[in-house]
């Protein structure tokens, strides 16, 4: 069974707990990378069971609207659910590591400061992976971080003083190749190697601070509620407390 088997089986797990666990009516957050792109597909003839979605990333928008879900601007919800302390009940998204706790490394994809805000928007995250994401200790996923693109010189120099070195994302391929990485908000996005995480909540908060800084891809303070894992056998449910 291909990882990318193993991404399908977890998201059609998640499709089932979705539907089940919301009544019809409400809104769902959708994330972004290739997890989320197997959920959105499987999900998409459920998609009148939703009152509408709210997209992590310029590339799930597009996917969502190409299937017919109704997409709705994270401040376009109606009053009466937007003033509710959470307005979308679960966010599903993918990550790039997780360990037992639940913290997450986010933003392999560059989506990580929207996948941040609607998790922040959400009752509960539930994290769809397969199984090389689980790890003991976070840090070997270099841990992206959304800069300002002026503020690129401090932000690294501040981020060795952590402890790793920080290398600008660069377009990999097409016309673009070798210039900085557009995220969908124009940020730049710094890379963090050679980290091993020993705090992540601590380290959150420590990078947060740096001038320049639009969010960093560790989801410690908002980790994981759940977690389903893609295993050969079957998919794994934890509940992080
Ligand atoms: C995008 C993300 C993705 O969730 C993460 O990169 C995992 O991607 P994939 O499901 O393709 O392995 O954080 O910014």
């Known amino acids: 069974m291909s990882q990318d088997d193993l991404k399908k089986r977890v998201a059609q797990a998640a499709k089932e ?9 409400q809104y769902l957050g959708i994330g972004t990378g290739s997890t989320a792109n197997w959920f959105i597909d499987l999900l998409a003839p459920h998609r009148d069971h939703f009152a509408g979605v709210i997209s992590s990333s310029l590339a799930s928008t597009e996917r969502l609207l190409k299937l017919g879900f109704h997409v709705v601007d994270a401040n376009q919800l109606p009053d009466a659910i937007a003033k509710q302390s959470h307005p979308m009940p679960i966010y599903v998204d993918g990550a ?16 990580l400061t929207r996948e941040k805000i609607i998790a922040s928007m959400a009752q509960e995250f539930v994290c769809i992976c397969d199984e090389s994401k ?3 200790q976070l840090g070997h996923f270099p841990l992206p971080v ?8 401090a932000v690294n120099k501040a981020l060795a003083l952590l402890g790793g070195q920080a290398q600008l994302r660069l377009i990999k391929s097409g016309k673009a190749e070798g210039q900085p990485y557009l995220t969908d908000n124009k940020g730049w996005i710094v890379d963090i190697h050679g980290l091993s995480i020993q705090d992540p909540i601590a380290l959150e908060a420590a990078i947060n601070q740096i001038p320049g800084v639009i969010s960093v891809g560790l ?20 509940r992080f407390s």
């Open 17 to 25: 707990y979705v539907i089940q666990k919301m009544p019809k009516g």
């Open 219 to 238: 989801f410690a303070k908002r980790k994981a509620d759940v977690l389903l894992l893609g295993k050969k056998e079957t998919v794994e449910s934890l």
């Open 134 to 136: 689980l790890v003991q």
């Open 96 to 111: 790039d590591e997780i360990n037992p706790q639940g913290h997450m490394i986010k933003g392999g994809g560059g989506a």
């Open 146 to 153: 959304e800069i300002i693109p002026m503020a690129q010189t």
